[in-house]
């Protein structure tokens, strides 16, 4: 969020000054004379940040996953995109919607302003809609009394902070029609029952016993999304995942 505030200001800024000039100063420059620096410098990049900022604020923004509490789906490392109008066009920075475009549907991968920080961008797997009973005991999701079903694959390992190896065992979770793997490990998790509010969600990652979410910190207001991941288009560290769909 800090960052769309920052571009959204330099883009109007650059295009006040490339205003000004075509309206007024241009005007008054003696012939032959020579912009002012700052005036060169602000007609040559406000077309270039334009396009970056109409590009990143209603169609495309990418985003570094940060941490592991969506694996196996998405590892730290992951550059991802996230589709900006799924949810509705927004306004930058406010995220008021200016044109409604359907809202969140169960097993959606998005991006929100994190509820308890909304400086801070989250990402999460859309379990529980508005008026959803959602309960989470014994490793086992209930969603209205319905057992989700998940299936057990293999076992998986991964590090953490580079020096302990984690255990845990990938599951395949079926959430209405989206398949998604998921990790459980071999630790006492938390338990609880939450009714989901008119206009919020109830998030959880995939790494369920890593992962801080709405068992933790509680739901996410629909004004609070930013848009639902569909790809990795970058990571450094395993090239074999890029072009990879976020399912």
Do not use: C
């Amino acid at each position: 969020m800090i960052f769309a505030l920052i571009l959204m200001s330099v883009t109007g800024l650059t295009g006040l000054i490339y205003l000004l000039d075509v309206m007024y100063f241009a005007k008054k420059r003696a012939h032959g004379k020579k912009e002012s620096i700052i005036i060169e410098y602000s007609k040559s990049f406000f077309p270039v940040l334009l396009f970056v900022f109409v590009i990143r604020s209603f169609i495309v923004e990418p985003f570094k996953i940060p941490s592991g509490s969506m694996m196996p789906t998405l590892i730290a490392g992951d550059f991802i995109a996230v589709n900006k109008f799924s949810y509705g066009v927004r306004f930058p920075v406010i995220n008021n919607v200016l044109i409604p475009n359907g809202m969140p549907e169960r097993g959606d991968v998005v991006v929100f302003h994190y509820p308890m920080d909304t400086s801070i961008d989250y990402i999460k797997r859309v379990v529980g809609l508005p008026g959803d009973t959602i309960k989470y005991e014994n490793k086992k999701l209930f969603i209205n009394d319905k057992l989700v079903p998940h299936v057990f694959e293999k076992d998986y390992e991964y590090m953490m902070n580079e020096n302990y190896r984690v255990p845990a065992q990938e599951f395949t979770e079926t959430l209405g029609e989206v398949k998604h793997s998921i990790l459980i490990h071999n630790v006492e998790g938390e338990s609880g029952s939450f009714v989901v509010p008119e206009g919020n969600y109830f998030v959880m990652g995939d790494n369920r016993d890593n992962s801080s979410d709405s068992r933790v910190w509680g739901f996410v207001s629909e004004d609070l999304l930013v848009g639902k991941a569909f790809i990795i288009w970058l990571n450094l560290s395993e090239p074999s995942r890029i072009g990879d769909t976020i399912k």
